[in-house]
């Protein structure tokens, strides 16, 4: 299968980027990343080359990432499907696989799993707050909202998807023509998708980027295949096995992590401790006396997290 990956970020998501990045050549993925991005490219490029309309950077023989500057004035996670399409229209046409991952991810498992995955389709993963039944207040008022203006909610969930990850064949592409639509139709009830969204989950439409994929789940007529909340390593107790998401809170490559735990009593996530371990190869995230320090901090708050649990 011919596969492309793509992402999007700004500001200091770079530093995410890198290690997720790092984490996909560790589980044998060869090929191009495609990263859509604001403001300025990332410190660490070194050797990379300008081309008609982006920049190229091969950090190992066999990846290559291609960075793509965006002129949008969509919060970026609202702009997913815009890229996703743009991607392949414009990138990677022969692509039978496209896949986009957020950049506070880490690939906890062998590539060739996505692939196969994708063939049962369109691949999703449960959120944090993941149970969401069929006749929940909140689908009931999209269905509300959105019925009148035709759109047909086809297939009954009782899990509600995470917008930090979607996997797709050729075949399931019309999904995201799918999910734009229903971006339309959100805008057109008056959300702003120039913002991430949150705050008071009783609307309908608070969290935008979720609500409208999980919107486009119920009404398209693609077939989707979920996995659980082991699929993000979102599940009290560990045993995440396929992606570590850092979603909410504050990113791993933010935090001091020693402060953290002796102030809040909160040790090291796994999501940190996965960001960590990829920091370094192909990718060289960090300078060799910052990632010294940095780990060190992660070895000590993990040390006294262990003491006190």
Same mark, same amino acid.
């Given at each position: 299968? /011919?596969?492309?990956?793509? =992402?999007?970020? @700004?500001?200091?998501?770079?530093?995410?980027? *890198?290690? !997720?990045?790092?984490?996909?050549?560790?589980?044998?993925?060869? *090929? =191009? /990343?495609?990263?859509?991005?604001?403001?300025?490219?990332?410190?660490?490029?070194t050797g990379a080359k300008p081309a008609d309309g982006f920049t190229e950077f091969t950090p190992a023989e066999g990846l290559t990432l291609?960075? /793509? $500057?965006?002129?949008?004035?969509? %919060?970026? =996670?609202?702009?997913?499907?815009?890229?996703?399409? @743009?991607?392949?229209?414009? %990138?990677? +046409?022969q692509a039978e696989a496209l896949f986009y991952f957020d950049p506070d991810i880490t690939i906890l498992c062998r590539w060739t799993f996505f692939e196969e995955w994708v063939e049962a389709g369109v691949a999703?993963?449960?959120?944090?707050?993941?149970?969401? +039944?069929?006749? %929940? +207040?909140?689908?009931?008022? !999209?269905?509300?909202?959105?019925q009148p203006a035709d759109l047909e909610f086809r297939t009954r969930f009782e899990t509600y998807f995470n917008g930090g990850f979607v996997g797709l064949r050729t075949e399931d592409r019309v999904f995201l023509n799918d999910w734009r639509r229903v971006q339309t139709?959100?805008?057109?009830? *008056?959300?702003?998708f120039s913002v991430i969204g949150f705050g008071d989950r009783t609307y309908p439409f608070t969290c935008r980027d979720q609500d409208a994929l999980n919107i486009t789940c119920?009404? =398209?007529?693609? &077939?989707?295949? $979920?996995?659980?909340?082991?699929?993000?390593?979102?599940?009290?107790?560990?045993?995440?096995?396929?992606?570590? %998401?850092?979603?909410?809170?504050? &990113? +791993?490559?933010?935090?001091?992590?020693?402060?953290?735990? /002796?102030? &809040? *009593?909160?040790? $090291?996530?796994?999501?940190? &401790?996965?960001?960590?371990?990829y920091t370094q190869h192909p990718i060289r995230v960090f300078p060799a006396a910052a990632t010294f320090w940095r780990k060190l901090d992660l070895l000590l708050a993990s040390a006294i997290g262990r003491y006190i649990r």
């Open positions: 299968m /011919i596969s492309a990956i793509c =992402t999007l970020f @700004e500001n200091d998501y770079h530093l995410g980027l *890198g290690a !997720w990045a790092n984490s996909l050549y560790a589980h044998g993925y060869r *090929g =191009t /990343i495609y990263a859509g991005y604001r403001g300025n490219l990332p410190p660490w490029l291609r960075f /793509i $500057p965006l002129a949008t004035k969509l %919060h970026l =996670t609202n702009f997913k499907p815009d890229f996703m399409l @743009e991607v392949w229209r414009n %990138h990677c +046409p999703v993963c449960q959120d944090v707050n993941g149970w969401m +039944p069929d006749n %929940h +207040p909140i689908r009931h008022g !999209w269905r509300k909202l959105l139709l959100m805008q057109n009830c *008056g959300v702003d119920m009404a =398209t007529g693609r &077939k989707i295949s $979920p996995l659980g909340q082991d699929g993000m390593d979102f599940q009290h107790g560990g045993g995440g096995y396929v992606m570590s %998401h850092a979603a909410g809170g504050t &990113k +791993p490559w933010r935090k001091r992590m020693l402060v953290n735990m /002796i102030a &809040k *009593g909160s040790p $090291p996530s796994r999501a940190d &401790k996965c960001f960590y371990s």
